[in-house]
């Protein structure tokens, strides 16, 4: 799942694709090597179960100092940017520990163009494998997305941003997953010849500058490989903000936290809609 954040990419899932996210690998699905290989796209899919560290991975440091959030309120979301002017909004490798590298290919955007195509997934309908395997890609009705994963040892971060047209949309796109994890409780994913049992739980988050966030939380294991990887959602205005955090027989990592992830992103989509 948020393995690409779909990684979006995730690009094209975490849960198997040996791609070179190849990734969120945001979001998430995506992972080249997810173990230790950046690849491109968001965490939320699920690595090969004969993943292995690359060697130039590193562990990434506990305490390594990040930038902080005040959390001071932030306006609604506003204006309407393509997938590569979305680019700018991610932030930067630097702002995570050391150890987490991001794709040398760069981060999954939906291009130079605004989206206007209807969505491909129904979040009353898909499947639960689906859209683990999705998130992060586009084809959820948005009109622009860019997403990231930055990796380390065992452990990936993702970042992802969809745009919609309106804010009705994108507040219905949170209240629409947070549906979908009420039937997702437990799913099989199949990826490289090997299945594996998964289940995704929402809850509410705590507000992220005076908007709702909700924490979507996916574990399983698969071949004896076991993954948790935790989202945090943000609609604010036509945007939907997340981050994820990805542990692969690992905890998922913390620092800094997804709470502060969201808040800067959000401060850069704001900065982003005045330049455009």
Do not use: W
């Not at 440091?61 to 005040?70: D, E, F, Q, R, W």
């Not at 040398?104 to 639960?128: E, F, K, R």
Request: aromatic share 6%; charged share 10%; glycine share 12%.
């Amino acid at each position: 799942m948020v393995a690409a954040v779909s990684s979006v990419g995730v690009v094209r899932r975490v849960r198997g694709d040996r791609r070179a996210f190849a990734v969120l690998a945001v979001t998430v699905g995506v992972l080249g090597t997810v173990a230790g290989c950046a690849t491109k796209g968001i965490p939320y899919k699920h690595p090969s179960t004969s993943a292995t560290p690359s060697a130039a991975a590193t562990a990434p440091t506990s305490a390594a100092p990040v930038p902080t959030a005040s959390m001071t309120p932030l306006a609604a979301a506003s204006g309407q940017l393509t997938g590569t002017e979305l680019e700018s909004v991610l932030l930067p490798a630097s702002f995570f520990p050391a150890g987490f590298t991001a794709p040398s290919s760069g981060p999954i955007t939906s291009g130079g163009s605004l989206v206007s195509a209807a969505p491909t997934y129904n979040l009353a309908t898909v499947s639960c494998a689906t859209f683990v395997e999705q998130l992060g890609e586009t084809g959820f009705g948005e009109t622009a997305l860019a997403a990231v994963s930055l990796s380390g040892s065992k452990q990936v971060y993702g970042e992802l941003v969809y745009q919609f047209a309106s804010s009705p949309q994108a507040t219905a796109f949170v209240a629409g997953i947070r549906s979908l994890a009420a039937r997702c409780g437990s799913f099989k994913v199949t990826s490289s010849g090997q299945t594996g049992t998964y289940g995704l739980t929402a809850t509410d988050g705590v507000a992220v500058a005076g908007h709702p966030t909700l924490i979507l939380a996916e574990s399983g294991s698969t071949a004896g490989t076991k993954l948790v990887i935790n989202t945090l959602f943000g609609a604010s205005g036509v945007d939907v903000f997340a981050t994820s955090a990805v542990g692969i027989d690992a905890g998922a990592p913390a620092v800094p936290a997804a709470q502060t992830i969201v808040y800067n992103l959000m401060k850069r989509q704001a900065a982003a809609a005045v330049l455009g």
